[in-house]
């Protein structure tokens, strides 16, 4: 028996959001437990409580058994409330329903592709309106808000969802200059350091400066399934250093489109990624610069951060269906971050790329 709580999960389960529980059972049944919105309409699988405690006698008026065993999304709930359910059911034994929930919320079901594809348009439409809202004289995070602005005049929900107690940020991550090489304690590819203590990653309130490079990673969140996309612009020319890294991530892009398939390992792009990088003798600014980023994708969803990973000990393999974002970035000191990242739909034989805008580096000026 799987015993859900966390909005993520039981949106994925039910399509939408309360506070209660979800209860899958071993025989297929799918019980919605809700304590609020208190107005809920109710019926034979939507079942009002007002605690956790009154679900085992639910379960029993529904000649259901309780389990031996329960699985509970142990990566999110807190000791105390783990505490109490493995209490109110009598068992010992606990699986993690957090991990079963994201292996299984990898492979993308029609609808959920529909939806993401929804998001890529919107995301796309959002970063080709970029370049008008910049202005000479404008800090990192006045050039943010501003497309921020735009990004909730489109549609977005202003909500980015990410798996993790480490992960907070707010729609997105614009890095200009030198604060794209300060690392942060948020695992993400790339830092910054924030413009307080308590948010450390991205824009910093810094200037704005000429030949620096402005690495624009906002959220695709225009529906409840995300897209991942950067595109990188420049304030006046950069270094040619720059241009060739910027120039590689597009040769990485170009392998991944020409090579990636369902049944591709993750750890394999991973290596080949940074053997190219190693190659054109990168590597030194390969993903970070102080605080490097040890993958160069990951799975997109619901969660901007979803499974696979791919990194160098991952065991996965790409299956037809998954959505993946791709995302080999440099650091390039005293100019900021280059090098793009795309959601990718795999496909059995091929994969397809829906964020298909200009990857080319724009000059703002």
Same mark, same amino acid.
């Given at each position: 028996m799987i015993l859900l709580s966390t909005p993520v999960n039981i949106y994925y389960v039910t399509g939408r959001v309360f506070s209660g529980y979800v209860c899958l059972t071993d025989d297929n049944q799918s019980l919605l437990f809700v304590q609020r919105p208190l107005d809920v309409e109710t019926n034979d699988h939507i079942i009002p409580i007002r605690k956790v405690e009154d679900i085992p006698g639910l379960l029993a008026e529904r000649g259901i058994d309780l389990p031996s065993s329960l699985a509970l999304e142990l990566?999110?709930?807190?000791?105390?409330?783990?505490?109490?359910?493995?209490?109110?059911?009598? %068992?010992?034994?606990l699986e993690n329903a957090s991990l079963i929930m994201r292996r299984r919320r990898?492979?993308?079901?029609?609808?959920?592709?529909?939806?993401?594809?929804?998001?890529?348009?919107?995301?796309?439409?959002?970063?080709?309106? %970029? *370049?008008?809202?910049?202005?000479? @004289?404008?800090?990192?995070?006045?050039?943010?808000?501003?497309?921020?602005?735009?990004?909730? $005049? $489109? @549609?977005? !929900? =202003?909500?980015?969802?990410?798996? =993790?107690?480490?992960?907070?940020?707010?729609?997105?991550?614009?890095?200009?200059?030198?604060?794209?090489?300060? @690392?942060? *304690?948020?695992?993400?590819?790339?830092? @910054? =350091?924030?413009?307080? *203590?308590?948010?450390? !990653?991205?824009?910093?309130?810094?200037?704005? $400066?000429?030949?620096?490079?402005?690495?624009?990673?906002?959220? =695709?969140?225009?529906t409840a399934y995300l897209s991942d996309m950067t595109r990188v612009f420049s304030y006046g020319m950069l270094p040619d250093i720059a241009y060739k890294a910027h120039a590689l991530s597009l040769e990485m892009h170009s392998r991944f489109k020409k090579e990636v398939k369902a049944g591709t390992s993750c750890a394999e792009i991973y290596n080949w990624t940074l053997a190219m990088a190693e190659k054109a003798g990168l590597q030194d600014y390969f993903m970070g610069a102080n605080q490097k980023a040890k993958f160069v994708g990951h799975g997109v969803g619901l969660e901007i951060n979803e499974l696979p990973v791919l990194m160098a000990r991952s065991k996965d393999f790409l299956e037809e269906n998954m959505t993946i974002a791709y995302e080999p970035k440099f650091v390039i000191p005293k100019v900021g971050a280059v090098g793009i990242e795309n959601t990718y739909l795999i496909k059995k034989e091929i994969v397809e790329n829906l964020t298909s805008l200009d990857e080319e580096i724009q000059n703002l000026i």
């Open positions: 990566d999110a709930l807190t000791y105390n409330e783990v505490l109490r359910i493995r209490k109110a059911f009598s %068992v010992q034994e990898m492979i993308k079901t029609e609808t959920e592709i529909e939806q993401l594809r929804i998001s890529a348009d919107i995301h796309m439409e959002v970063y080709r309106e %970029v *370049p008008r809202l910049f202005r000479k @004289g404008m800090r990192d995070i006045d050039f943010q808000i501003e497309i921020e602005h735009l990004m909730r $005049k $489109k @549609g977005s !929900i =202003g909500l980015f969802r990410t798996f =993790g107690s480490n992960m907070d940020i707010y729609m997105g991550n614009l890095l200009s200059g030198d604060n794209a090489a300060l @690392g942060s *304690p948020f695992d993400f590819a790339l830092g @910054g =350091g924030g413009v307080h *203590p308590s948010l450390p !990653i991205g824009a910093s309130g810094e200037l704005i $400066k000429e030949g620096t490079s402005i690495s624009v990673d906002m959220a =695709g969140n225009y």
